[in-house]
């Protein structure tokens, strides 16, 4: 066989694995969307205090796994529990006036209690007065009449004079007896406004009393607001993890002070992650949610993993930028956006354990397979 035999022959062979490549590639690209704008997400939860004060002790290394509510920052608490002894004694002190206040109104009661019975004894008097009075009114009033009798008697000569003089004393004393008796009514009346009046005074005390035992209960519920939160304000200077992951990224140190809301760390959680792929906005016509996806993780060759579509953002990636473009402005320059797309993974893959939030990947969407 000849060169130009030779030449001729593989000539074709390269045409033809050219033309067999190009149609694979074809048909895979008329299959999948593929993009290398991608790379492993997950979230990253920060660490920060909700009170201030000097790190006391840190309960962790760097890069360390912690679970949910493990202790990761003491806080020096000594002004802390100050404030909660100061809360537990203003309590103390306002519950004892709020007793104070309450023995006040059962005093006050008890007083008004025997007032009334006071008003009520002396409202008796009144009414036996009452009737003495009119009991020596009818004496009185017969020893009148008897005497007048007997005066005309004794003009005619019809009645010895001793027995005009016992009728006339008997007049008088009769008077005497109505005249005590309308003194004794007086006497009782005045006995009921006088305990009427103290009743009311005492009705006057209880109600201020009561008034008292309102701004006590009020004062003692603030009392326990604030003890409460002296509490809880001291629960804080534990710092817990808000997660399960791994603690990264430590900008502390033991005896620096520290300010509410202060970045601390940052745990990092590796229990639930995701790709985010960013695809250009031509990409997205046969796209759907629950479309079969590959991811190839750059930092473990040619291992892959598996996961689906999860969802679409609300808007593309330069929307979300801090200087978002402007195409009014007169220079405008068509650019392809790009809209990140969540891709969920399968966690069952032996891959998933070693992920990091960060890694650059590469995806191929399936548009075929759901």
């Known amino acids: 066989m000849n060169t130009k035999t030779l030449i001729r022959v593989g000539g074709v062979i390269i045409l033809v694995a050219a033309l067999f490549f190009g149609y694979t590639e074809f048909r895979y690209l008329q299959r999948y969307e593929t993009t290398d704008d991608a790379q492993i997400d997950g979230d990253v939860d920060p660490v920060t205090p909700k009170v201030g004060g000097y790190i006391k002790a840190i309960r962790f290394k760097d890069n360390q796994s912690v679970k949910e509510g493990d202790t990761l920052f003491v806080i020096d608490d000594a002004d802390y529990r100050i404030r909660v002894a100061q809360a537990e004694a203003a309590l103390q002190s306002a519950q004892a006036a709020a007793g104070v206040s309450r023995t006040n ?47 005309r008697l004794l003009a005619e000569k019809t009645v010895p004079q001793q027995q005009f003089d016992a009728i ?46 309102s701004v006590a209960q009020a004062t003692v519920k603030q009392r326990q607001t604030e003890l409460d939160l002296a509490k809880l304000q001291l629960s804080y200077t534990i710092v817990r993890a808000p997660a399960t992951g791994v603690v990264s990224k430590r900008s502390v140190q033991v005896g620096q002070l520290i300010q509410p809301g202060q970045a601390l760390c940052s745990v990092v959680g590796n229990s639930n992650l995701w790709v985010t792929a960013n695809f250009k906005e031509t990409q997205l016509n046969q796209m759907q949610i629950g479309q079969v996806v590959t991811i190839d993780v750059d930092a473990f060759g040619d291992q892959k993993l598996t996961g689906h579509v999860g969802s679409f953002a609300g808007a593309t990636g330069a929307k979300f930028s801090l200087l978002p473009p402007d195409n009014a402005t007169g220079n405008y320059v068509k650019v392809v956006q790009r809209v990140p797309v969540r891709i969920e993974l399968d966690k069952n893959s032996p891959l998933y354990a070693k992920l990091r939030p960060g890694l650059s990947a590469n995806v191929a969407v399936d548009l075929q397979g759901k």
Do not use: K, P
Request: hydrophobic share 40%.
């Open 105 to 151: 109104v059962s005093v006050a009661a008890a007083t008004i209690q025997s007032s009334q019975a006071g008003v009520q004894t002396a409202r008796n008097q009144v009414a036996a007065a009452q009737a003495n009075v009119v009991a020596a009114q009818a004496r009185a009033r017969r020893a009148n009449q008897d005497f007048e009798r007997y005066q």
């Open 168 to 213: 006339q004393a008997e007049r008088d004393a009769a008077q005497a007896q109505l005249q005590a008796a309308q003194a004794q009514l007086q006497t009782a009346q005045s006995q009921v406004n006088a305990a009427s009046s103290q009743t009311g005074v005492t009705s006057s005390q209880r109600r201020t009393t009561e008034s008292q035992i």
